[in-house]
């Protein structure tokens, strides 16, 4: 019998507990769950499959060698308690964002690969399934040479749902939150040289972190511009994704799973791929993940999104920071340095 992989998830709200309770229904997973807040393991335990051990000390966790740890705290422990799981010699998956500063994030990279341990960071929406399909169109040149696209997320209920106040306490929570929009856009798009952007605090909603509403365009190195607009306001959450190229162009709606393509002509029509919508399939993704992780960390494979693509996601997210604060654009590379 194939010995099991010891997991630990060090951290208990919304992700967390996803990540703990889906972890559960694999027999090849021994897990332990860890969190300060009793209420928060008592919870999810309730929610597992399988039973699984319960503590408030993640240095002792650590201390029983977990083969791999998932980290789904708040972002500001993120690096702390990766360095601690890479010291211990666990690999580590890490929840998106990588860091909640560059500077931490660049640490725990450099750490985990002088170490040689394993580091995949948590953009599971690389293996969203309408994603999937238009990174094949783009591969494929369907869409001819791409020439930009709008990327947008509106998502109040994420303030709703927090188990911590940390992003009404943290400014430019919004940018580092929703890196996943960075990290698919520099997937799909390629590298990004530059950027502009603008934030505001807007609307009579009762969490309004600074800014709740921020906008950017990303100049990709091939010279197409990409609009981003994020927001805590919109409820219920939305996200959608265009993208525009010379031979055609294609719009996906994550809420409805709706992935249509229009191609360059005269005549009105459109190729049109459906999956099920977010709410129903983003269980999946993230046993998609775990599936990801666990076999690549056994096999030798490359990281689905490594600790570098973290770190890419970060620099421009800063990148957008300092350009909404200088109001002008910003070259990626005069942080990438």
Not at 88 to 107: F, N, Y
Not at 118 to 124: E, I, K, N, P, R
Not at 151 to 177: C, E, F, Q, W
């Amino acid at each position: 019998m194939k010995k099991k992989t010891r997991v630990l998830v060090a951290g208990l709200g919304s992700i967390g507990r996803r990540h703990a309770r889906l972890l559960s229904e694999r027999q090849d997973v021994e897990l332990t769950i860890c969190d300060p807040v009793e209420e928060h393991r008592k919870d999810t335990l309730a929610t597992l499959t399988n039973p699984a051990a319960a503590t408030s000390d993640y240095p002792a966790a650590l201390s029983e060698r977990p083969d791999a740890v998932i980290i789904a705290t708040p972002n500001h422990l993120h690096v702390p308690m990766g360095l601690q799981a890479v010291e211990a010699g666990a690999d580590v998956l890490m929840e998106k964002p990588i860091s909640d500063t560059l500077a931490d994030a660049r640490q725990l990279v450099a750490a985990a690969e002088k170490a040689g341990r394993f580091l995949q960071v948590g953009y599971m929406l690389r293996l969203d399934p309408g994603l999937q399909k238009l990174k094949t169109w783009i591969d494929a040149g369907s869409l001819g040479q791409l020439v930009g696209g709008r990327s947008m997320v509106g998502t109040y209920i994420t303030l709703l749902n927090a188990k911590s106040p940390d992003r009404l306490h943290h400014p430019n929570s919004l940018i580092v939150d929703y890196t996943h929009e960075l990290d698919f856009l520099h997937w799909l798009f390629g590298d990004v040289a530059a950027v502009s952007a603008a934030g505001a605090q807007l609307g009579r909603m009762e969490l309004k972190p600074p800014p709740n509403v921020f906008q950017m365009i990303l100049r990709a190195g091939s010279g197409a511009l990409i609009q981003v607009h994020m927001d805590y306001v919109q409820f219920p959450q939305r996200r959608t994704l265009e993208v525009y190229g010379d031979r055609g162009a294609a719009v996906y709606d994550f809420t409805t799973g709706e992935l249509k393509r229009f191609p360059h002509q005269r005549e009105y029509q459109y190729e049109e791929h459906n999956v099920s919508p977010i709410a129903a399939r983003w269980d999946d993704l993230f046993r998609q993940e775990h599936a990801v992780f666990l076999e690549a960390r056994r096999s030798g494979r490359p990281p689905l999104v490594s600790g570098r693509d973290g770190l890419a996601a970060m620099i421009l997210a800063e990148t957008a920071i300092q350009a909404a604060r200088e109001g002008c654009w910003v070259d990626v590379a005069r942080l990438a340095e």
